[in-house]
């Protein structure tokens, strides 16, 4: 009767480090699209990432709640397209419902917190999360829902292209995902580096008394970065529902953007992208070719102890400020 052994060091040491890039090598093809599709999820988390980043820079605040409002902002816009409501109207009022949103966090929430320590507003957006999940429900039910791909005019179908003698896939709606994601990275980078408002943002950012002090008005600039990490929500609701469905289990792949911030640094949009991109390409090449040693759902941890390992040695992230503090 066969026994079963222990592999030897030599083996499992071939295994981690020779076999997976052996494989590489001799499938490039199917590496291209391994890599392919971590680059569109990591898009995808860079721009969950920016929601985060927004409301950081504008008040401190780590917005714990932006998960839920992009599964929110998904539902209302399709809640609202089974009602007879024509997509793109649909697209405006959920806009709309994003901006009364806003506006209610600001003024039910913010405003009585102004000056208080992190960890309250911490808590206030946890606090947040959770009536937005219950109101959720209650209005739009909790079945996964497809979301209007082709309503909206967004591209389906896939392009073959033979590369390295084999195929690689690319689906339209991920090319398409792709483009809105850096088009809205890169207008949210021209947002605050080039407006007024861009610029009020930082200097709240910066010192809440001091912008006080030069007549910029905190609670308008809570509104109005509220609203755009409403937008950034529906927009990647959008995305990433055409890639699968709109349901509450996105809130858990939003969280991911934590993540990517961690790895990025907190104010940094440049660290958004580069750590949503490491993130996404990571955690694909690593369930594919190293998954096996480490058996199945490699993708619902890998993030997290990356960012646990840059906790430990640069908690700051990649392009993060290093804060020193006199205690």
Avoid: C
Avoid at 3 to 22: K, R
């Amino acid at each position: 009767m066969p026994t079963w052994e222990w592999p030897t060091d030599m083996e499992i040491l071939h295994s981690i480090v020779v076999a997976p890039f052996l494989e590489m090598g001799a499938y490039p093809d199917f590496f291209l699209q391994v890599v392919w599709e971590g680059f569109v999820a990591g898009v995808l988390y860079s721009l969950i990432a920016l929601g985060f980043v927004l409301i950081y820079k504008a008040s401190g605040v780590f917005n714990f709640a932006q998960g839920i409002m992009v599964v929110f902002a998904a539902l209302a816009l399709v809640s609202l397209h089974g009602m007879g409501v024509p997509a793109w109207l649909a697209v405006i009022l959920a806009l709309g419902i994003m901006g009364v949103l806003a506006v209610g966090v600001e003024r039910l929430v913010l405003r009585k917190l102004v000056n208080q320590h992190d960890a309250i507003l911490l808590m206030a957006t946890i606090g947040l999360t959770l009536v937005l999940k219950g109101v959720g429900q209650l209005l739009f039910g909790g079945e996964p829902k497809p979301m209007i791909t082709e309503e909206l005019g967004l591209p389906t179908g896939s392009t073959d292209l033979e590369v390295f003698g084999g195929i690689v896939i690319f689906q339209h709606i991920d090319i398409a995902a792709t483009v809105v994601a850096l088009l809205m990275v890169l207008a949210l980078a021209l947002f605050f580096s080039k407006t007024r408002i861009g610029r009020a943002l930082r200097a709240v950012a910066d010192d809440h008394q001091a912008a006080l002090s030069v007549g910029i008005s905190l609670h308008q600039i809570w509104a109005i970065v509220w609203f755009a990490a409403g937008i950034v929500a529906l927009v990647t609701g959008i995305m990433w529902g055409a890639r699968s469905e709109v349901s509450f289990a996105l809130e858990i792949i939003a969280l991911k953007a934590l993540a990517v911030l961690i790895l990025g640094g907190f104010t940094s949009i440049p660290g958004a992208i580069v750590g949503g991109l490491i993130i996404g390409i990571g955690e694909k090449l690593f369930e594919v070719y190293w998954g096996a040693l480490f058996g199945s759902g490699v993708e619902a941890w890998f993030a997290y102890v990356l960012a646990l390992i840059f906790l430990l040695f640069r908690p700051q992230g990649l392009f993060g400020e290093r804060i020193i503090e006199r205690v």
